[in-house]
């Protein structure tokens, strides 16, 4: 079955044409809309946008590669990201990210078997000051420790009814 929106935010899509000139215009903030939803984008959520935008699927493939906030598969409930870029990899990235294989089992670009994690190295994330950083979610986590990556990874677990503690 292809993936749509709810009416509801179907509606949302067409309230955000209006904002542009052009619906072309407006493939971010319906594929945000698709985030929201359903978080991540994948092919019928491509095709699902370019009719509701009423443009060619290319352009929408387009924004699509080009950034990387959409992810076009399943990324579970917390989806990493790692700058490794050359601020956060003299910081210690490299470090993070073999903590996050070797300690947590979290393996990148594979969603964990609970559903729990999905991690990616990313390009850039903005915050060079306070390298190393990652990103899950919408939140920024910066000047990280391999202590604190393990309060966090735990801390998700138990948010999640995984971890000790319950």
Known sequence: MAFELTKEKQELVKEVITHYPDPRSAILPAMHIVMDERGWVGD???QHVAELLEVPIIYVYEALSFYTYF??????????QVCHNIACNLRGSEELIEHLVNKHGIIENALTDDGLFYFNRV???????NAPV???NDEYYEDLTLEEVDKLIEGFKKSS????NN
């Open 44 to 46: 019928d959520g491509c």
């Open 71 to 80: 992810p076009k598969h399943p990324v579970g409930k917390y989806h990493i």
């Open 123 to 129: 390009e850039c994330l903005g915050a060079c000051g």
């Open 134 to 136: 990652m990103q899950v």
């Open 161 to 164: 009814g995984n971890g000790k």
